[in-house]
């Protein structure tokens, strides 16, 4: 009797901290709002990139954070109301991927950590006071996209000397559409080419613009950096090189049967700001976590499609590709 007593007795304590313990609320696992310009199919791999940035801060989505994802769908006007929508889901950090996201997120809140992806100069944009010292709540990493059209009209002037006509497909709703424009206009100018200005902002605008360029007697054709654009560089490939125009932009252009790719390791960039991301989880304020610029490049050249072209592409362009198509 004494002994089931004294167990009674310890037990009451134990058993009353137990539900004590259970019934006490659980510590809220920390949200990351990830605002996406396109969607999940287009951002694959940098999204395993950003998700490779949190785990080397100790973060796993899931078990130590969880992540609410919007997707615009290439619908950059549905970003600013999407970006509000996450500021009053009260999330922990913002991530924004691609420049329209940023600015959205930017403009939905000043409180709020942004962890951003952008492609263009995010001091010129508005984004940030400087890339050392960011001033704010944003900061990310970024790619001047700016300065990949002067580099791809320099490769094709390398392997197709001849072409004088050359069309520039942009789209009109990316902010930075206009100075990416400005920047190929000043390059063709000097090495006395001629620029076709393409637009196109849905799918359907890109068979009139390559028609349009055909039309006008181009000889290539530069797309411009841009998230709805990068999602279709199959059509824009097919279409392009049908006419017999060749395609110069980023690596998936390249792979997908365009004459050079070239551009940003995009992935890299990813990493960072997931790497960003944690840290702020972690405690640390995005005025002090300097810009991140990516600074290494892909070169893919596509032999099958040169000889196609009739082209023979330069061992100087050769011997700088990162990968060579046969």
Same mark, same amino acid.
């Given at each position: 009797?004494?002994?089931?007593?004294?167990?009674? !007795?310890?037990?009451?304590? *134990?058993?009353?901290? !137990?539900?004590?313990?259970?019934?006490?609320?659980?510590?809220?696992?920390?949200?990351?709002?990830?605002?996406? @310009?396109?969607?999940?199919?287009?951002?694959?791999?940098?999204?395993?990139? &950003?998700?490779?940035?949190?785990?080397?801060?100790?973060?796993?989505?899931?078990?130590?954070?969880?992540?609410?994802?919007?997707?615009?769908?290439?619908?950059?006007?549905?970003? %600013?109301?999407?970006?509000?929508?996450?500021?009053?889901?009260?999330?922990?950090?913002?991530?924004?991927?691609?420049?329209?996201?940023?600015?959205?997120?930017?403009?939905?809140?000043?409180?709020?950590?942004?962890?951003?992806?952008?492609?263009?100069?995010?001091?010129?944009?508005?984004?940030?006071?400087?890339?050392?010292?960011?001033?704010?709540?944003?900061?990310?990493?970024?790619?001047?996209?700016?300065?990949?059209?002067?580099?791809?009209?320099?490769?094709?002037?390398?392997?197709?000397?001849?072409?004088?006509?050359?069309? &520039?497909?942009?789209?009109?709703?990316?902010?930075?559409?206009?100075?990416?424009?400005?920047?190929?206009?000043? *390059? *063709?100018?000097?090495?006395?080419?001629?620029?076709? @200005?393409?637009?196109?902002?849905?799918?359907?605008?890109?068979?009139?613009?390559?028609?349009?360029? *055909?039309?006008?007697?181009?000889?290539?054709?530069?797309?411009?950096?841009? %998230?709805?654009?990068?999602?279709?560089?199959?059509?824009?490939?097919?279409?392009?090189?049908?006419?017999?125009? @060749?395609?110069?932009?980023?690596?998936? &252009?390249?792979?997908?049967?365009?004459?050079?790719?070239?551009?940003?390791?995009?992935?890299? @960039?990813?990493?960072?700001?997931?790497?960003?991301?944690?840290?702020?989880?972690?405690?640390?304020?995005?005025?002090?976590?300097?810009?991140?610029?990516?600074?290494?490049?892909?070169?893919?050249?596509?032999?099958?499609?040169?000889?196609?072209?009739?082209?023979?592409?330069?061992?100087?362009?050769?011997?700088?590709?990162?990968?060579?198509?046969?």
């Amino acid at each position: 009797m004494r002994r089931r007593l004294l167990i009674a !007795a310890l037990g009451g304590p *134990a058993l009353a901290a !137990a539900r004590a313990a259970a019934q006490a609320p659980q510590k809220r696992m920390p949200v990351v709002g990830f605002l996406g @310009a396109t969607s999940p199919e287009a951002l694959q791999t940098p999204l395993v990139a &950003f998700h490779q940035g949190l785990a080397q801060t100790g973060h796993v989505e899931g078990r130590d954070v969880a992540i609410e994802y919007r997707w615009a769908q290439e619908q950059y006007d549905r970003l %600013p109301a999407i970006a509000v929508e996450l500021v009053h889901r009260d999330v922990t950090v913002i991530v924004a991927a691609t420049l329209p996201s940023a600015l959205a997120a930017k403009a939905a809140t000043t409180t709020k950590p942004i962890v951003f992806f952008s492609g263009g100069d995010p001091v010129e944009q508005g984004l940030v006071a400087s890339l050392n010292r960011p001033g704010g709540n944003l900061t990310g990493a970024c790619v001047f996209i700016n300065d990949l059209g002067p580099k791809q009209l320099e490769l094709l002037h390398e392997a197709a000397p001849g072409a004088a006509a050359i069309g &520039f497909l942009a789209n009109p709703n990316n902010p930075n559409a206009g100075q990416q424009l400005k920047g190929m206009r000043d *390059a *063709a100018g000097a090495a006395g080419k001629r620029i076709i @200005a393409l637009e196109a902002r849905l799918a359907s605008d890109i068979d009139g613009a390559i028609a349009r360029l *055909a039309e006008q007697h181009g000889d290539a054709l530069i797309v411009a950096a841009d %998230p709805f654009l990068g999602t279709q560089f199959e059509r824009i490939v097919a279409l392009a090189t049908g006419r017999r125009i @060749a395609v110069v932009s980023g690596r998936l &252009f390249a792979q997908a049967g365009g004459l050079i790719g070239y551009g940003n390791r995009v992935e890299d @960039a990813y990493r960072e700001v997931g790497v960003y991301t944690g840290r702020i989880l972690n405690g640390e304020r995005p005025a002090d976590l300097p810009v991140v610029r990516a600074t290494k490049f892909d070169l893919v050249v596509n032999l099958k499609t040169a000889r196609a072209l009739g082209l023979t592409i330069p061992p100087s362009i050769l011997a700088r590709a990162d990968e060579v198509i046969e």
